[in-house]
Structures are given as structure tokens and as C-alpha cells.
């Protein structure tokens, strides 16, 4: 530990005694030169051999097809594709007829006082069990593999190919959003944020932790990135054309979002404030409006009805996902939003710091206690966690409110501050519908680390040009992005699972 910290602190005295000498402070960031951009793809190509590296030490061999032995202990998204090859729906594991004959078979306590046998964690409706998991891996994911091999890919192959389009798909965020709504993108300041989103999304947290339930978090994460890369760029293109088509693959990117995480669709959001510029631009002609409006409609709607097509097919009802009929450690349908879960939810998915010690992992997650902390006598689901603030840039995040305020650039103001706000409302609702485990946080990281980094940079930019204040501030912000980074790789050695350890 102490010859790590001590090769650390020698390798920023370097970084910093460089940055005087060459004046790194002043250097902007320049699309068009080769260099700038050859910084930019080594910082998301050593992000993608570290998804490359988790995959290769937590390698799992693909599952032959059709698949061996019992159906029933094979993961939720592999009974699925099993089940769409069979041209159904339900999962094909027949649920025990104890479980009908029960007068509330969602009972936990109940289930195990009368012995009854059941599928963990799967939605138990009419008689048959469902995958209430996300069906965007199985399409993309599973049948492209299984066509291609002729075999079902692990849950760690899944998450890989999944973080591995993930990485790169943040860089280019990352770069966009920057180059969008700051005057000045310093080239260095870019470099590290785009290391920092990577490692505060949590997406590689998530990847060293494959399995079924963090399969559906990493497809998640895919599509929100994709969603706001595809609609930052509609915002950014000049054409009419060029415009529609990234209006369209927004569109998709949306629907797959829904289709992976329902939750984290509320992201969608922050793409209002780039659809109200369209609509009130006066240098479109309604004709021109229309048909960005119809590029982006059209392909929500197809989408929508196909989601709605497949919960009702499943459930009965277009707008339930399943969730409410699995079969966990309580009754789900007692969960409800509650206000007495604000100031909890603010604790464990914010303020909760991590137990730093003197050995690898260096850091600790603690299983949380709400009655004890709290003094809060409901049921919620409790496991490990850590806030969203233990990544020190994330604080920034509570500055772009004053700072945006009289922001000319209204796109900038409302995608930033609606996506803070859709930040502490995801974490809200988790919370009251899901409870407290770090995998739901990562459903809010990647908007929270993009924008606190965002935040963190322009406020930088907001410094006299005096070289000696510049210079301090600039080492000081790179010094937040790395420590933030810091914690972020920690994750991937401790966590839920502890899969590397």
C-alpha cells in the first residue's frame, strides 16, 4: 500500500512539474489533429483492453445448445432463449402445483413454512413462470452468438461484448458533450474525464460481476450511452438528413433502453430540451420540424407497441414488465413510493462512504442496516453499498444549478440539470421499489459521473487567466477526476460478488 501511494504521488509531482513546464493548462483540445485524437483512443483503447482483461480472468465457456440436463438451473436469460427457440414465451420449467394452490404464492415466509419448491427470481403469473429481466441481451446479444457458434454464450461473454461497445461508446460521450456545451475543452482535462466516466459508469464494476441480474444493468448502461451519444449528435448536426438519422437511432437506442431497464428510461428526459429546439426553431420550416419529429416518432412508436405487445402477451397488461410477480425474498407488491424513504435514499445511494484499509482490495463495502441508521421500521431490501459521492468529482454535481442558471445556451441548462434531477429521482424510486444494493447504483452513474465531470471542467474554464491560479486549479481537477477514477477500479476488486478476489 504505502509503495503504491508513493509510486502515485511520484507519478502526479511529474505529471505536474510537465504541466508547468509545457503549459498542459492552455492546451485545447483539437478535433482535427492527429495527436489529440490518437490521446483520445489510447485513454478508450486501455479501457477496453481492461474489459478485455476482467473477461479473460473470468472466462466461462459457451453452453452447448440444446441445453443438458435439468432447464430449471439454468440462468433466467438462458431459459428465455430457450424458451423464443421453442416459438413461447413462458419459460418451459413447470412450476409446482403448490405454488398455484397457494393463497399468496409471493409470500416468502410463506413458501418456505409449506415446503414449496419454486424458481428463484423468476416471475411466477397464471401457472407459468417469465423472464422479468430485459429481452434487449437475448435479441442482440444471445441469438447473433448462438447463430454465429451454434452455442449460448456465458453471462461473463455477454457482459463483455456488452462493456466492450460500452467503453468506447462513453469516450465518444464523453468527447461530444464537452465539445457541445464547454468554450474551451482542454485536451488533458478531456482525456481524464473520459477515464473517469468510464470508471465512475460503474461499467466495469458491473462486467466483473457477470451473471443474469447484472447482465440486464450492463445492457442498461449500453443503451443510455448510446441514447445520449445519438442525441447530443442530432442536436450537433447541421443537415436536415443528418439530423433525422440520429433522431432514429436515438429512437431505437431509447427502445432498447426500455427493453433492458425500464427504470433508467426516465433518462429520456434529458432529451427534451433538444426536442423543444427543433420544435421552436425558427430557421425550420414546419415541413423540416416534421420530419425530424416523425424520425424520432416513428421508430419510439413501433417500438412501444412491440414492448407493450410483449408485456401483455406475458402479463396480461401492456405496461407491466413482471417485476411485481417475482419470487424473491418478499412480496414486491407491498412495495410502494414512500417520503419516508427520501432521507434514506439520499444516505445510501449518495452520502454512504466506502472503508478504506491497508491491502488490496483497499477498499470495503458494508452491508447496511436502515432500522439501525435510519430508525426505519418498513421492509427494504437491503445489501451492500456505497453513495455516488464517495467519487469525489461527483460533488460538482450540486453546482450546476447556480452555475447554469443564467446560461444562455437553454439546450445546455435543461439537458444538465434535468439529467441532475432524473439522477435523484431514479435513485428514489430504486430505492422504494428496489432497496439498497450497489447495483442500483450503477443505474445512475454514468449521467451522474458524465455530468459531474461536465460541471467540474467548466468550472475550471471559469478561471482568470493568471498562469499561476490556472495552473493550481488545473492539477487540482486532475487530481479529483483521478481519485474518483481510483474508486471507481476499486469497485471492480470488491464488490456484490468479489467474482476477482
Known amino acids: 500500500m504505502t509503495l503504491f501511494i508513493s509510486c502515485s504521488v511520484a507519478a502526479f509531482a511529474a505529471f505536474a512539474a510537465l504541466s508547468a513546464i509545457f503549459g498542459l493548462y492552455g492546451k485545447n483540445y483539437n478535433s482535427k ?23 479473460h480472468l473470468l472466462f466461462q465457456e459457451s453452453i452447448p445448445y440444446p441445453f443438458e440436463g435439468d432447464l430449471a438451473r439454468y440462468s433466467p436469460y ?5 424458451a423464443l427457440m421453442k416459438h413461447q414465451l413462458r419459460l418451459d420449467v413447470e412450476p409446482s402445483p403448490a405454488l398455484a394452490e397457494m393463497l399468496n404464492p409471493y409470500d416468502w415466509a410463506a413458501r418456505n413454512e409449506l415446503g414449496v419448491s419454486y424458481l428463484w427470481d423468476r416471475a411466477y403469473f397464471e401457472g407459468s413462470y417469465y423472464c422479468y429481466f430485459g429481452i434487449a441481451p437475448v435479441l442482440l446479444v444471445y441469438f447473433p452468438f448462438y447463430f454465429i457458434t451454434k452455442a449460448v454464450p456465458s453471462a461473463q461473454t455477454v457482459c463483455f461484448i ?34 473517469t466516466v468510464e470508471f465512475g459508469s460503474l461499467v466495469f464494476m458491473v462486467q466483473s460481476s457477470a451473471d443474469f441480474y447484472y447482465t440486464a444493468v450492463q445492457s442498461g448502461i449500453l443503451f443510455l450511452s448510446l441514447f445520449l451519444l445519438t442525441t447530443l449528435t442530432a442536436y450537433e448536426k447541421k443537415t436536415v438528413g443528418s439530423k433525422c438519422l440520429f433522431f432514429a437511432l436515438s429512437a431505437v437506442s431509447l427502445v432498447f433502453l426500455v427493453l433492458s431497464r ?17 420544435l421552436l426553431n425558427k430557421d425550420f420550416s414546419a415541413k423540416i420540424k416534421l420530419r425530424q419529429v416523425l424520425s424520432f ?10 414492448v407493450m405487445w410483449y408485456n401483455y402477451a406475458r402479463f396480461g397488461n401492456v405496461f407491466e414488465f413482471g417485476s411485481v410477480y417475482q419470487l424473491t425474498v418478499h412480496d414486491v407488491h407491498d412495495y410502494s413510493l ?14 454512504k462512504q466506502p472503508e478504506f484499509i491497508g491491502e488490496l482490495p483497499y477498499l470495503k463495502i458494508s452491508f447496511v442496516n436502515i432500522i439501525k441508521e435510519m430508525n ?10 456505497v453513495g455516488a459521492l464517495s467519487l469525489p468529482c461527483n460533488w460538482a454535481i ?19 440539470l434535468s439529467g441532475a434531477v432524473c439522477v435523484f429521482v431514479i435513485a428514489f424510486v430504486d430505492m422504494c421499489l428496489g432497496g439498497v444494493n450497489i447495483r442500483y447504483l450503477a443505474d445512475i452513474m454514468l449521467v451522474m459521473t458524465l455530468l459531474a465531470t461536465l460541471v467540474l471542467v467548466d468550472l475550471m474554464n471559469g478561471i482568470t487567466d493568471k498562469k499561476g491560479l490556472k495552473l493550481t486549479v488545473f492539477l487540482i481537477t486532475v487530481l479529483i477526476l483521478l481519485l474518483s477514477a481510483a474508486v471507481g477500479a476499486l469497485l471492480i476488486l470488491n464488490n456484490e460478488r468479489d467474482y476477482i478476489m
Open 162 to 195: 456488452m462493456s466492450f461497445i460500452t467503453v468506447f461508446v462513453i469516450a465518444a460521450l464523453t468527447v461530444k458533450i464537452q465539445k457541445l456545451f464547454l468554450k474551451e475543452v482542454n485536451l488533458f482535462l478531456l482525456a481524464f474525464s473520459i477515464i
Open 398 to 416: 450540486f453546482a450546476s444549478g447556480p452555475l447554469y442558471a443564467g446560461e444562455k445556451n437553454k439546450v445546455k441548462t435543461g439537458f444538465v
Open 297 to 306: 416518432a416513428v421508430p419510439v412508436c413501433i417500438g412501444a407497441a412491440f
Open 338 to 351: 414512500s417520503a419516508a424513504l427520501i432521507l434514506p435514499t439520499f444516505y445510501y445511494y449518495f452520502i
Open 376 to 385: 426505519y421500521s418498513g421492509y427494504v431490501y437491503l445489501t451492500s453499498t
Open 78 to 82: 438462458e431459459q428465455l432463449f430457450d
Open 262 to 278: 425500464p427504470n433508467m428510461a426516465l433518462f429520456a428526459v434529458m432529451g427534451i430540451p433538444i426536442y423543444l429546439n427543433v
Open 33 to 55: 489533429k492527429i495527436s489529440h485524437n490518437a490521446l483520445i483512443f489510447l485513454c478508450a483503447g486501455a479501457c477496453g483492453f481492461l474489459a478485455y482483461w476482467i473477461f
